[in-house]
Every structure is written in structure tokens, then in C-alpha cells.
């Protein structure tokens, strides 16, 4: 089956630490995204990715990063920089950049 | 820029009508449209481009109009499965065609 997985789907984590963030696709995409989905604020596209090794900031950049050294995988970090790292974090694939984006399930992260 | 939408919720009792739409303040090459229930990942509806046809998904169609940046999405005699929450996704003229997503809009149907 192809897809898009997100792992885990719920996190628990302390103010102050770095926290990693799954997400891998076998839908042979060259395309990732990473988003931040709050209450009433729509999807915020954190960074995205249109080919390996090569990765752009999206809107909300501040206190996260990503790497993309496999076309499968685009793993999020969420820095203690972040200032409110609380949110369901959504990874989503394309073919290539502006087409039908593919969505995971989502990683709800918490930080108290 | 992130695209408003409008209204940002509506209820329906099955088998009405509802149209939501969705502006921009950017020349646009296309227009994507999904759709989000509650706790779930979003799922792509149909995509609008620049010069392009009226689309449709079941009975659910949208239009695209390139002049004034805008496009809107109908639900024709909606049903139960069709409530959720409603993205509407812009992708600019010479913007790396990123996706901007509106705030969505929430739909309720009740029986």
C-alpha cells in the first residue's frame, strides 16, 4: 500500500528539549511539506522540500528545522527555540510542487 | 498570502445548498480545495488552474475566476458525509508553487 506515515501520533514532551518528528512516504514524490495546524488558524506550512537535498522555509520557519536526505523522508525538528510548540503537525507529499498534496495522519505534539 | 474564506462556518440540514469561497490578493495559478474531518489528515478535493474548467467531485463543484483572484466551492443537495471543515489552497504566480492554506471553513449537516 502507498502512503504517507507520521510517527508517533501523539508526543509528550518537556519545555526545554528538541523533538523529532517521523515522516516517510513510498509514493515516490519529490515533493514534502511539513504544516502546523492550530484551532481556527488553517495549515501554516512550516518548510517544504521539492528535491533531495534541497529544502525552503516556509511561513512559520522560527525554531524548527528539517533535513531531506532520502526522497522517502523529511523529518521535522522542533527546537526549544520554538516558543509554542504545541500543535498537530501534519507532513503531506506531491508528485512535485503545486500538485495534489498526500497527507499523513498527523503527529499531535505536546509540551508542558 | 494567506487567502480568506468565507463564512467560516455554516449549518445545513441534509439536502440543502451551501457555497464557500475563497479570495486571494494574488495573481493565482491554481486553487486547491480540501477537505478535513474532525481528528483526521486532509483529503484533496479538486484542483482549479489558471485558464482551466469548471471541476467537480460528486456533487460537489467549484470555479475558479483568474481576474478577480477568487474561487468558490458548491455543495449541491449536501449529505451527512459532507461535513467537516473546508481548505481552500492557493498557489501564486512565480511563488515555487507552494500552497498557501486559507482558515478553513466548518460545515455541519444535520440530518
Known amino acids: 500500500d502507498g502512503g504517507i506515515t507520521q510517527s508517533p501520533k501523539y508526543l509528550f514532551r518537556k519545555e526545554g528539549q528538541n523533538v523529532t518528528l517521523s515522516c516517510e512516504q513510498n509514493?515516490?514524490?519529490?515533493?514534502m511539506y511539513w504544516y502546523r495546524q492550530d484551532p481556527g488558524q488553517g495549515l501554516r506550512l512550516i518548510y517544504y522540500?521539492?528535491?533531495?537535498?534541497?529544502?525552503q522555509k516556509g511561513d512559520i520557519a522560527e525554531g524548527y528545522s528539517v533535513s531531506r536526505e532520502k526522497k522517502e523522508s523529511f523529518p521535522l525538528t522542533v527546537t526549544s527555540a520554538q516558543k509554542n510548540p504545541t500543535a498537530f503537525y501534519l507532513c503531506?507529499?506531491?508528485?512535485?510542487?503545486?500538485?495534489?498534496?498526500?497527507f499523513g495522519p498527523g503527529t499531535r505534539l505536546t509540551v508542558t | 498570502q494567506q487567502p480568506v474564506q468565507s463564512p467560516q462556518a455554516v449549518i445545513l440540514r441534509e439536502g440543502e445548498d451551501a457555497v464557500i469561497n475563497c479570495s486571494s490578493s494574488?495573481?493565482?495559478?491554481?486553487v486547491h480545495w480540501y477537505r478535513q474531518k474532525h481528528g483526521e489528515a486532509p483529503v484533496f478535493l479538486m484542483i482549479?488552474?489558471?485558464?482551466?474548467e469548471q471541476m467537480r467531485h460528486e456533487k460537489i463543484s467549484a470555479s475558479f475566476n483568474e481576474k478577480k483572484q477568487q474561487s468558490s466551492l458548491y455543495l449541491t443537495a449536501s449529505q451527512l458525509s459532507y461535513s467537516g471543515t473546508y481548505f481552500c489552497?492557493?498557489?501564486?504566480?512565480?511563488?515555487?508553487?507552494?500552497?498557501?492554506f486559507g482558515k478553513g471553513t466548518r460545515l455541519h449537516i444535520l440530518p
Open positions: 503531506a507529499s506531491s508528485i512535485q510542487g503545486g500538485q495534489e498534496q498526500y
Open positions: 509514493l515516490n514524490h519529490d515533493a
Open positions: 522540500s521539492q528535491i533531495v537535498n534541497d529544502f
Open positions: 494574488k495573481a493565482l495559478y491554481s
Open positions: 482549479l488552474l489558471k485558464g482551466g
Open positions: 489552497g492557493t498557489v501564486e504566480i512565480n511563488r515555487d508553487d507552494k500552497i498557501i
